[in-house]
């Protein structure tokens, strides 16, 4: 970075006091907060998360320097809370990740539970299964509950990656099949109460608490 497009000392200063404001809306939100999913906290944790990066980047352009803390940003951040207070309704979203570790164990265990059917179909379940990876997931998933899976990913040879699971608020209940051939276009995360999280950025060894998001991370 050039010399002119530096931030001055005066800009860095500035960044830091905005930081320290922050750092005070912050702790003021938590000590007035009315609940565990208060949209003021949530607030004013998003602008302290905005805040801190934007020190931290003008700190390192004119100084070449770092914080030595890590606040999660705003583009990993949801937006502040605009639902209804009482949602009529919520929608569970699900997203979890999982590496084809042992595509045979996997083929074994969809041939187990197609062996084990005791009806007419049987046979044809069976065969469908054969050496195709598709057949055999589908057989999986179709015999156990995602949670299940998640639990057991181990013996159906799989290993897990990242998840996520976001809850959102809905004014109503949609009509059955309304949404089925796009369900996960309409969400909007304005409207997403709570979230978690689970990565293997996370140290295992460590114990977890919940941000004001709900998104699950871990202590320091």
């Given at each position: 970075?050039?010399?002119?497009?530096?931030?001055?000392?005066?800009?860095?200063?500035?960044?830091?006091?905005?930081?320290k404001a922050a750092l005070d809306r912050h702790l003021?939100?938590?000590e007035n907060r009315t609940g565990d999913d208060d949209p003021a906290v949530y607030a004013a944790?998003?602008?302290?998360?905005?805040?801190?990066?934007?020190?931290?980047e003008r700190l390192y352009d004119r100084y070449d320097e770092v914080t030595p803390f890590e606040i999660p940003g705003v583009e990993d951040s949801l937006?502040?809370?605009?639902?209804?207070?009482?949602?009529?309704?919520?929608?569970?979203?699900?997203r979890r990740d999982y590496a084809m570790a042992e595509p045979q164990r996997l083929l074994a265990q969809a041939q187990r539970i197609a062996d084990a059917e005791g009806d007419?179909?049987?046979?044809?379940?069976?065969?469908?299964?054969?050496?195709?990876?598709?057949?055999?997931?589908?057989?999986?998933?179709?015999?156990?509950e995602a949670d299940e899976i998640a639990s057991?990913?181990?013996?159906?040879?799989?290993?897990?990656?990242?998840?996520?699971?976001?809850?959102?608020?809905?004014d109503e209940l949609p009509e059955p099949g309304e949404w089925l051939s796009t369900p996960f276009d309409q969400t909007d995360p304005?409207?997403?109460?709570?979230?978690?999280?689970?990565?293997?950025?996370?140290?295992?060894?460590?114990l977890y608490e919940e941000d004001p998001t709900g998104r699950t991370h871990e202590l320091p």
């Amino acid at each position: 970075m050039s010399d002119a497009a530096q931030p001055t000392a005066a800009e860095v200063r500035a960044a830091a006091e905005a930081v320290k404001a922050a750092l005070d809306r912050h702790l003021a939100a938590v000590e007035n907060r009315t609940g565990d999913d208060d949209p003021a906290v949530y607030a004013a944790f998003n602008d302290l998360a905005a805040a801190a990066e934007a020190y931290d980047e003008r700190l390192y352009d004119r100084y070449d320097e770092v914080t030595p803390f890590e606040i999660p940003g705003v583009e990993d951040s949801l937006p502040p809370y605009a639902g209804p207070a009482q949602p009529n309704a919520l929608s569970v979203l699900i997203r979890r990740d999982y590496a084809m570790a042992e595509p045979q164990r996997l083929l074994a265990q969809a041939q187990r539970i197609a062996d084990a059917e005791g009806d007419d179909e049987a046979p044809r379940t069976a065969a469908a299964v054969g050496s195709s990876v598709h057949a055999a997931i589908g057989v999986l998933f179709g015999e156990y509950e995602a949670d299940e899976i998640a639990s057991r990913h181990k013996e159906f040879g799989l290993e897990e990656g990242d998840s996520t699971l976001w809850v959102a608020a809905a004014d109503e209940l949609p009509e059955p099949g309304e949404w089925l051939s796009t369900p996960f276009d309409q969400t909007d995360p304005s409207r997403v109460i709570c979230r978690f999280d689970v990565s293997a950025v996370f140290d295992e060894d460590e114990l977890y608490e919940e941000d004001p998001t709900g998104r699950t991370h871990e202590l320091p």
